[in-house]
Structure formats: structure tokens, C-alpha cells
């Protein structure tokens, strides 16, 4: 289990660190209870104290100070969890954070191996840094926050407008044939006026708190993240043939097969958006015998990937073709230099257990009010 710090477990945090680092945060443990930048989180196994990192927010970073594993119970992942949750905590604390950062000795190759599997990348290197003169990596790793990857992903497909209390996204590639605009609300109580005045035939607004409005459409989703490498799925099995789609027809059946529940119109559309090219967008599809049966779609943002879309045809779910696919691209990407993965998923489904099983945390939530002919 892995948590916050308190007064009980300094004593036990001392002697950890006197033990592994030889050195000691000692009795400003006492005094960072009370300090609201402080972070310190430990790892407990049965009573027991195995592992803690602290950090302090510093400016725009988080500062990465102590971080130890008990000698016995090195090497078991647990160091890698403890990095892992405060990445989470901080991705989902605090939107202001830029990244994090970190000295490591330049001979501990176990440490940067683990800081490197998170995506942090030597920016410097610090000389004779240590009391015995050896040197000191900085190691830093930029956050790349969900509203920063969406507004990306939707800049390649709509012009966003800013206002004062939205911000408008529409169509700038074909705009009389396209209608996905939309609004996305920083204050709920305004969005319910601008919905109750709004005419527009395929109005979509996207709020983070629930309201009360009738006759739309509603998408309640979770938002949800895991660095990659703490993504477990290893023992799903690989089904069906999974590519990057190279041919129109099918990427366009498969897309107009998934919106159709939204009419001809929007399914129509929404197929023949996804056919423009656009940066950092790929499409991946599942194949049995050469017949397309589910989607992914993946958009890279720095070392982020964001996953969206992903839907395996009705006839063909519940008989691990989604699971297959999901872990194909996970790994894919997680061979080619990218560390932290976001998705959406619907608040309503399972599927968010599943995702929660492999590794995904819920960082925040999005409702969808969507109306269209
Ligand atoms: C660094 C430390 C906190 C990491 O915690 P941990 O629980 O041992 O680490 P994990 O088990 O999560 O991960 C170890 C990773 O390093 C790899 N590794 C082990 N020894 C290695 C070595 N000599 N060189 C490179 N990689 C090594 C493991 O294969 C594993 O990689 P994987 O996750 O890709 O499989 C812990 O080992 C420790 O307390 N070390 C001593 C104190 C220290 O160095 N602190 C960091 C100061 S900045």
C-alpha cells in the first residue's frame, strides 16, 4: 500500500534512509507535515516500512529528493510504484506543474534505469557534485497534461477560439461539411444558458460537473492515465491481425459502422474526417481474414500517447479482440519512446474496471452533452 507520510512513520523513514542512503532528511520530516509543498509518500507491506521517496513542489517542477527501497526488497517493483504514484498524484493534483526533476550519482545505473522508464532524460550533468566528488545527473521529465494533449489533438481538426468562460472548437477544414463544433465550458452554470439558447442542430458541449438539461445526448467519461510501463498486460493473449490502416475503405467502414448511432449525417462526417491527414494521428485497426473488426486511434504528444476511439464491432466483443488490440499498441509505442498514456473512457461502462485492473487511474471527468439530427 502506498500513502502519504505521517508522524508515525518517521522514525521508520530515519532509519530507512540512514540504511540505504546514508544520509537523512532527519527532523525537517517533522516540519514538512506541515508544509503544504511537501510530498512524501511511503510504501507499507504488513506493518512494514519498504520503500518512500519524498518531494517538495518547487516553482513549476516537482523536486524528487530521497527515494529508497529496503535492501531485502530491492529490484521488486516497489521503487517503481512509489515513482509511479507520485507522478499520478502530481499529474493529478496540480495542472500548473511543468515536470519533475532530480539528482542521481552518475554509477547508479539502477536508479536512472528506473527514472529513465518514466521518461526522464538527462539535462545535465552536475560536476563533482557529492561529497566524495563524483558527478550528478539532473534528470527531468516534462509533464504533458490531458488538456494540453486534447487541445493539441482537436487544434489538428478545429479552430479554437478562447473566450471567457469557453473555449469554442470548430471545423476549419471543411467546415459546410463537417459539424463537429463544440464548446467546452469552464463554468457550468453558464453552459446551461448557452445550451437553453443554442439552436444549433449539432451542438456538443463538454462541462466537468453534471447538469440538469433534457432531450441531449449525454457521454459521461472518466479521464484516465498510467505511465506505460506500469501498464500490466502480460498475460492477455495477442488475437487477430493488427496493423496501422493503409486503405480508405476500410477506415471509412469502420468509423461510419461506430457513429452510426448518431445518424447518417454525423456518421458520414465523422468517417470522412478521420480520411484528411493530420499530425500525430494514427489509426490502427484489428483484422480477421482481412475484414476489419475494431479501431484504435492513437494521437502522440511529446512522450504521451492518447488513446481514443477504441471500439471493437458488436458481433465481435467480449472474445479478446479488444484486449489484443490494446496490447499490441500499448507495447508498440512503449518500444518507441513513449512514457505516459491517457485515455477517456465511458463513465457507465465496465471497462473502466478493466482499465483500472491493468494500471489506469481516474484523474478527472468530462460530460458530454451532445445533440444531433
Ligand atoms: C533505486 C531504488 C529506489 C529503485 O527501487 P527498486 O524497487 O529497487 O526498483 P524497481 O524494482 O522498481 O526497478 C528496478 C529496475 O532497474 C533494473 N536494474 C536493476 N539493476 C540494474 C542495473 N545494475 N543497471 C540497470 N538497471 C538495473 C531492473 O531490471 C528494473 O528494471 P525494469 O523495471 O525495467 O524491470 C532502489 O533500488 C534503492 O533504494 N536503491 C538504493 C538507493 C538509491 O539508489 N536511491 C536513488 C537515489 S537517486
Known sequence: MIRLYNEEDIEDIITLEKKILNTTLGDSLYIDLENPFARHYVYIDNNKLLGYISSVFDGDMISIMNFCVDDNYQNKHIGSSLLNYLLIQCIKENNNLTGAILEVRESNKRAIHVYESFGFKNIHTRKNYYSDLENALVLMKEFNHYDDILNNYLANYCNIERKNDYIKYSDNIQPDKYFHNYYKFFDNENALDFISENNDDYLMVLVNKPLNIKNFII???????????????????????????????????????????????????????????????????????????????????????????????????????????????????????????????????????????????????????????
Request: with cysteine; proline share 1%.
Open 219 to 373: 457521454e459521461k467519461e472518466a479521464i484516465m492515465y498510467s505511465s506505460l510501463k506500469m501498464l500490466n498486460l502480460r498475460n492477455y493473449i495477442s488475437k487477430g491481425n493488427i496493423k496501422i490502416i493503409d486503405n480508405d475503405n476500410d477506415l471509412y467502414n469502420i468509423i461510419y459502422n461506430d457513429s452510426i448511432k448518431y445518424g447518417k449525417n454525423y456518421a458520414d462526417s465523422e468517417a470522412l474526417r478521420k480520411l484528411d491527414k493530420h499530425n500525430n494521428i494514427y489509426h490502427h485497426g484489428i483484422y480477421i481474414d482481412n475484414t476489419i473488426i475494431g479501431y484504435l486511434l492513437v494521437y502522440t504528444n511529446l512522450n504521451s500517447i492518447y488513446i481514443t476511439d477504441f471500439f471493437i464491432l458488436p458481433e465481435y466483443q467480449h472474445q479478446g479482440y479488444g484486449v489484443s488490440l490494446f496490447k499490441n499498441i500499448v507495447d508498440y509505442y512503449k518500444n518507441n519512446g513513449y512514457f505516459d498514456c491517457y485515455l477517456c473512457a465511458d463513465l457507465e461502462d465496465s471497462v473502466i474496471n478493466w482499465y483500472q485492473k491493468i494500471g489506469f487511474v481516474v484523474i478527472n471527468k468530462n460530460y458530454y452533452y451532445r445533440r444531433c439530427k
